[in-house]
């Protein structure tokens, strides 16, 4: 019985050492990589950007629309077309504690009045104020926590008279696993009720 003994802590610290990783969005262009946190408190479309960027769909598309001091747009075209697709449209889940701050990273929609989001998809806003008129009328579901640097860039590039980056700028769209270390390492904080 005793030679079970050392079996069982060493079972016991493998179980209570083992690490929580999060579901972090991963965008790299030929910029660098991009890194998301994807809130849990809008899980209908976390869970739409994670589906589409597991099944390699935004890797399709480019970063159609970018505009210095307000956001660098990429996924479907911005096109009656590009929202026509309805798998893709998720009904709001706005937050009042989730804003357009610098680095917000949120999901596209046309003038529908129900205000319901396409999920195919995304912009990252670049205005270091924010853009606090879009509080509640566009849908932030993630922050960008490695990479503002690069969208900082991507908005500076020459554009056609669509906002359309004359070199295309494309996606290659992941979901990778993090540890909490490895995101605040970033300085980013968690949220509390992710912890």
């Given at each position: 019985?005793?030679?079970?003994?050392?079996?069982?802590?060493?079972?016991?610290?493998?179980?209570?050492?083992?690490?929580?990783?999060?579901?972090?969005?991963?965008?790299?262009?030929?910029?660098?990589?991009?890194?998301?946190?994807?809130?849990?408190?809008?899980?209908?479309?976390?869970?739409?950007?994670?589906?589409?960027?597991?099944?390699?769909?935004?890797?399709?598309?480019?970063?159609?629309?970018?505009?210095?001091?307000?956001?660098?747009?990429?996924?479907?075209?911005?096109?009656?077309?590009?929202?026509?697709?309805?798998?893709?449209?998720?009904?709001?889940?706005?937050?009042?504690?989730?804003?357009?701050?610098?680095?917000?990273?949120?999901?596209g929609r046309d003038g529908n009045p129900?205000?319901?989001?396409?999920?195919?998809?995304?912009?990252?806003?670049?205005?270091?104020?924010?853009?606090?008129?879009?509080?509640?009328?566009?849908?932030?579901?993630?922050?960008?926590?490695?990479?503002?640097?690069?969208?900082?860039q991507i908005v500076k590039v020459e554009?056609?008279?669509?906002?359309?980056?004359?070199?295309?700028?494309?996606?290659?769209?992941?979901?990778?696993?993090?540890?909490?270390?490895?995101?605040?390492?970033?300085?980013?904080?968690?949220?509390?009720?992710?912890?």
């Amino acid at each position: 019985m005793k030679r079970f003994f050392p079996l069982a802590i060493l079972l016991l610290f493998c179980a209570c050492s083992e690490v929580r990783t999060y579901q972090v969005g991963q965008i790299n262009t030929s910029f660098g990589e991009m890194l998301i946190w994807l809130y849990d408190e809008t899980p209908k479309h976390k869970e739409a950007f994670i589906e589409l960027a597991e099944e390699g769909y935004y890797d399709d598309y480019t970063f159609n629309r970018v505009i210095d001091k307000f956001v660098a747009q990429g996924g479907c075209p911005d096109t009656p077309e590009g929202f026509a697709y309805s798998v893709h449209l998720l009904e709001p889940e706005f937050r009042d504690d989730i804003k357009h701050i610098y680095g917000a990273f949120g999901a596209g929609r046309d003038g529908n009045p129900g205000k319901l989001s396409a999920a195919c998809q995304f912009y990252i806003v670049q205005n270091e104020n924010g853009l606090a008129r879009l509080d509640g009328d566009y849908m932030i579901y993630g922050h960008v926590f490695k990479g503002m640097d690069l969208v900082d860039q991507i908005v500076k590039v020459e554009t056609d008279s669509t906002d359309q980056p004359l070199t295309a700028i494309e996606l290659d769209v992941n979901v990778i696993e993090m540890t909490a270390a490895e995101i605040e390492g970033y300085g980013f904080e968690i949220p509390v009720g992710s912890k």
